[in-house]
């Protein structure tokens, strides 16, 4: 199973970028689905993104598309949440996630994730 441990949060105004990294250790990053999801005070986690283990396919929430772009280095093991155009409603922490593969990353059924990182939008 991977380890996984986010950076990059932050605080933001609104319309700003950041951009969340998620470092992977141990065995089989190669064959894992990775995702992003992420939990406001009061809310549901929420499933943001997916990336297949190769690159292939990919899936956004709707509220994020245009905006958010997933992407992964299995040789650098790292993988990456570009967020731009960012609104107060994004304001979450927001987690990196391991699925056994895209379908089930898709469904939401991950099998390991890291601690997370805060993301504030605010002006």
């Known amino acids: 199973q991977l380890q996984l441990v986010e950076s990059g949060g932050g605080l933001v105004q609104p319309g700003g970028s950041l951009r969340l990294s998620c470092a992977a250790s141990?065995?089989?990053?190669?064959?894992?689905?990775i995702g992003w999801f992420r939990q406001a005070p009061g809310k549901a986690r929420e499933r943001v993104s997916c990336?297949?283990?190769?690159?292939?396919?990919?899936d956004y929430v709707d509220s994020v598309k245009g905006r958010f772009t997933i992407s992964r280095d299995n040789a650098k093991m790292t993988a990456w949440l570009q967020m731009t155009s960012l609104k107060p409603e994004d304001t979450a922490v927001y987690y990196c996630?391991?699925?056994?593969?895209?379908?089930?990353?898709?469904?939401?059924?991950?099998?390991?994730w890291g601690r997370g990182t805060q993301v504030t939008v605010s002006s």
């Open positions: 990336l297949s283990s190769s690159s292939a396919s990919m």
């Open positions: 141990g065995f089989g990053m190669d064959y894992v689905a």
């Open positions: 996630a391991s699925a056994p593969d895209y379908r089930q990353c898709v469904g939401g059924l991950f099998d390991a």
